[in-house]
Every structure is written in C-alpha cells, then in structure tokens.
C-alpha cells in the first residue's frame, strides 16, 4: 500500500482559501489515481476531486466546483487541494487517498490507501 500524508488544513474564516497537500510514498505514483475525499461530523465520507496521471483529466464534486482545484507534481510525488471561496459548509476532515490508475474517481470504494486527514475548519 501507499503511504499518504496530507498538511495544509487549518482554520480560516469564510473566503478564505488553504491549500492541502498530499505527499506520497511511492515511486509509481503517475499509475494511480488520486483523490481528494472528506468527511464532516455525523456524515459519510464524500467524495471531493480527483486526479488521473494517465491524461491529465480531474473531476470536482459540483459542491466545490469553480472553488477547489486538484493539481499534482508527478516529481514530488505530491498532490494538492487548492480552496478557496470557503464556506462554513467545507468545514471537515479531508483526506487524500489512492486508487488504481483505471478507477472511477468519484468513487469512494475503489480507493484502496488513506492518509490520516487534516482538519479544515471553516468560521463565520
């Protein structure tokens, strides 16, 4: 399995904006699918973006559409969230996670490593 660390989460006010990171074990990081994923108090982990290496191609839940941008660097083996416009809503713990390079992005069950999560906290 991959090892992923996510950093970037913090606390800001609505409008703000933060950048998440994802930093990952692997040395084939470019076969994987990549994705962004959170999961707020008393509800399901949902799907936020994701990223395919093999085209380039990234896909935004609609919730986060034209606010959040899924962007990587294949040499750094890194991932990142760009947030911003955010609202109380965002607020939760996010979570970057892997899955094989052929995985539907969107969906949750295909992805097969986590990080631990790094909080956001969105304030009025």
């Known amino acids: 399995q991959v090892q992923l660390v996510e950093s970037g989460g913090g606390l800001v006010q609505a409008g703000g904006s933060l950048r998440l990171s994802c930093a990952a074990s692997t040395r084939s990081f470019s076969t994987y699918t990549m994705g962004w994923f959170r999961q707020a108090p008393g509800k399901e982990r949902e799907f936020v973006a994701g990223?395919?290496?093999?085209?380039?191609?990234?896909y935004l839940a609609d919730s986060v559409k034209g606010r959040f941008t899924i962007s990587g660097d294949n040499a750094k083996n890194a991932v990142y969230l760009q947030m911003n416009s955010l609202k109380v809503e965002d607020t939760a713990v996010y979570y970057c996670a892997t899955a094989p390079r052929g995985a539907t992005m969107w969906e949750r069950d295909e992805y097969d490593s986590w990080g631990q999560g790094t909080q956001v906290t969105v304030s009025s």
């Open positions: 990223l395919r290496w093999s085209g380039g191609s990234t």
